[in-house]
């Protein structure tokens, strides 16, 4: 198994909170493979729920509760820019973090800037709903294969770089990953 798959495969471990052992994770040779491992190994849910608008909930929550702002200061476009202290705002950022209670919170830049993907309240939705989907359902999550394929799908495009793939793909030969 290659650097990228490698990696892919922790990211994958990471957001679903499970271990995916290597003689596993070298039979797993497909994206649609390995959504039906997961399907097998997880809780399985009746209905689906959004995992981006689950992390902005955590996230409006905590900002609330952090910046003493009203609930409606807190819409999936709204730049984090615009609603905390520029004097403050790593400090705020950190606490909003820490209020969140998940295991990935994205970091700033040593400038204090965010990543274009996390400047916006629903972009750091997306993030936590990729990177850590397990903790942002909460205890005892379930699943659903659309939740699943969610997941997958983003988390390669962000670790390996592949947003178009069908799921009989397969990741050496067919997306020329290693």
Not at 43 to 67: E, G, N
Not at 76 to 102: K, N, S, T, Y
Not at 160 to 177: E, P, T
């Amino acid at each position: 198994m290659g650097l990228d798959l490698l990696e892919f495969t922790l990211a994958i471990e990471e957001s679903f909170g499970l271990y995916l052992p290597e003689a596993d994770a070298v039979r797993l040779v497909t994206p649609g493979q390995i959504i039906d491992y997961l399907e097998a190994r997880l809780p399985p849910s009746a209905s689906s729920q959004c995992l981006d608008q689950l992390a902005f909930y955590h996230i409006r929550r905590a900002s609330m509760q952090v910046l003493s702002k009203p609930r409606d200061a807190f819409r999936p476009d709204v730049l984090w820019r615009d609603i905390l202290l520029p004097e403050h705002q790593r400090r705020q950022w950190q606490l909003v973090g820490q209020a969140v209670g998940l295991p990935k919170w994205p970091r700033l830049s040593l400038w204090g800037s965010w990543p274009k993907d996390v400047e916006s309240i629903g972009g750091t939705a997306r993030f936590l709903a990729m990177r850590c989907p397990s903790a942002v359902k909460g205890q005892a999550p379930a699943w659903t294969r659309r939740e699943i394929t969610e997941v997958i799908t983003r988390l390669m495009a962000e670790e390996l770089g592949v947003k178009a793939f069908n799921m009989g793909d397969r990741f050496v030969q067919d997306l020329g990953l290693s």
